[in-house]
């Protein structure tokens, strides 16, 4: 018996097929990165897809501030089945420019700053598969990179703690 949806269709093409979703409410600190360097995975979201032919939507927000004013950048890192990471959505490579997958800058530090990522991915596995992200600056010393409370952290009402997510959503194939 087909089942028929809200459309009138009874094909699954196109369809949630599972959500997965991963939080990080405490706060991170990686201390003395370097130019071009970036921090290690905080956390990861794991997915173990129904098809190898489905489709991965993975959504992102990161809240992290700086002991800099320069620009924070985010890099996707994708883990088939434990085989290592890999970055399957950065820019292109030009030069000794860094290949990451977005980035934000406020001017300040002592300020939250959000960057978020949204990716289609096709990992073609039925295997478990984990994103995560790394964070890196353009700053030309070390910084501090925190993740959900600013470089100040006064104990005072005006500073916030904010939370990151990555949620990972299967689209049946079309």
Known sequence: MAIYYGDSS????????QVVSATKTD????????QGAETS???VCSITPKDNTNKILVIMQITCDMSTTHSTYATL??????GGYTEPFVGNSSGNR????SGQSDQRSNSLRNI???YLDN???TSQVDYGFTLSHNDNSTVNILINY????DDNSYNGRGACSVTCMEIAAW
């Open 27 to 34: 706060t991170a600190t990686y201390n003395s990165i370097g």
């Open 77 to 82: 890192k994708r883990q088939i089945g434990g």
């Open 41 to 43: 995975i905080p956390f």
């Open 98 to 101: 860094h290949r990451v997958t």
């Open 150 to 153: 600013v470089d100040s952290d």
């Open 10 to 17: 009874n094909s699954t093409a196109g369809r949630i097929v």
């Open 123 to 125: 990992p073609t596995t």
């Open 116 to 118: 978020n990522l949204m």
